[in-house]
């Protein structure tokens, strides 16, 4: 998977690793156990609402004709349930934080970033999230955006195509995520 191979690729890099949409945890309990079996010792951080969408950011892209029935997908979580997940899949040491990543407090978000999973589905929180995020990725770092192909309902593509035109770069895709790297 492209997200575990950005993990090895960026292991010399400092900073922790952020995964904002963790949903239930298991892409972080399979890739925190790889990096321990690495002997990879950056922390994991995972970020989610655990209750779904936010309201106003699934009605600006709702006003543009996204599916509804995805509406309260994602829903039926908690941060207790997501731990529960990771401690029994290899996450033990997977820091879990709950908010909106578009107004979580500054301090509740490392200094520093060396990889990034950012897989939040909608236009408005891909594109806030990169303005918060990239700024904090260290040298040699990679910020994955997922589900930017164009077969679902997600709207993540519009989100990371907006904040690359503000940086004056052109996206560039693989297996259907984007990807921005620094240095
Ligand atoms: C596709 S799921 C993540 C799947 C997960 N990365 C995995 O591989 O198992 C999308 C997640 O984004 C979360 N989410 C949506 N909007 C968010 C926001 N503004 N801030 C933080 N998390 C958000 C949802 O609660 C949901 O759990």
């Known amino acids: 998977m492209l997200w575990q191979q950005t993990l090895i690729e960026t292991m010399s890099v400092g900073g922790d690793v952020v995964e904002v949409g963790c949903y239930l945890g298991g892409t972080a309990a399979v890739s925190a156990r790889m990096m321990r079996n690495l002997g990879d010792d950056r922390q994991y951080r995972v970020y989610d609402t655990f209750s779904g969408f936010t309201d106003r950011h699934w009605a600006l892209d709702a006003a543009k004709g996204i599916f509804s ?3 309260d997908d994602f829903s039926s979580n908690s941060p207790r349930l997501t731990r529960w997940v990771l401690d029994r899949h ?5 820091e879990i934080h709950q908010g909106d990543i578009t107004s979580l407090p500054d301090s509740a978000l490392p200094a520093r970033i060396s990889a990034c999973l950012l897989d939040v589905d909608l236009t408005e929180p891909i594109y806030l999230g990169l303005k918060r995020l990239h700024p904090r990725l260290g040298d040699g ?3 994955l955006i997922d589900d930017c192909d164009d077969k679902g309902w997600y709207r993540a593509k519009i989100g990371y195509e907006r904040y690359l035109a503000e940086l004056g770069k052109s996206p560039t895709y693989k297996y259907g995520m984007g990807i921005l790297r620094k240095g």
């Open 90 to 94: 290899g996450g033990k040491n997977v």
């Open 69 to 71: 029935g995805a509406r």
């Open 141 to 143: 770092g990679i910020i």
